[in-house]
């Protein structure tokens, strides 16, 4: 079973994802900030990271340094702020996507199901 780490520091937004992302097939393990992302690594690492572009108590590029050196996890970044320079900034970072809130929860989990399935990726 594929396990989902996902970061937002706003409840809804946290809500939304999971909810979105609800199957029988995928585990959503939450987090409200960089600090219990990292915490909830201890347990296992995921098959896929969704992070707010915004952490409350952490850089989003230290937590996918994090994840990256632990082995090749893709991840998808989420951010009400979309001008071209911030996708292609977490690009180099080695954000393997980006959706731009609000978003059409359809559109997230079509993006998490091709990244958990091997789908395109960077860095």
């Known amino acids: 079973m594929p396990k989902v780490l996902v970061v937002d520091d706003d409840p809804r937004i946290l809500r939304l994802v999971q909810i ?9 393990v939450p987090a409200k900030s960089g600090r219990e992302a990292l915490a909830a690594l201890g347990s296992g690492i995921p098959d896929l990271a969704i992070l707010d572009l915004l952490l409350p108590d952490d850089s989003v590029e230290a937590l996918i340094r994090a994840l990256r050196a632990k082995q090749h996890v893709p991840v998808l970044l989420l951010s009400a702020w979309d001008p071209p320079e911030v996708e292609a900034k ?3 970072w080695g954000a393997s996507d980006f959706l731009t809130k609000p978003f059409i929860p359809d559109d997230l989990v079509s993006k998490a199901r091709t990244l958990l399935d091997g789908g395109p990726h960077t860095g």
Request: negative net charge.
């Open 20 to 28: 979105a992302l609800a199957a029988p097939d995928i585990e959503v």
């Open 90 to 92: 977490t690009r180099e």
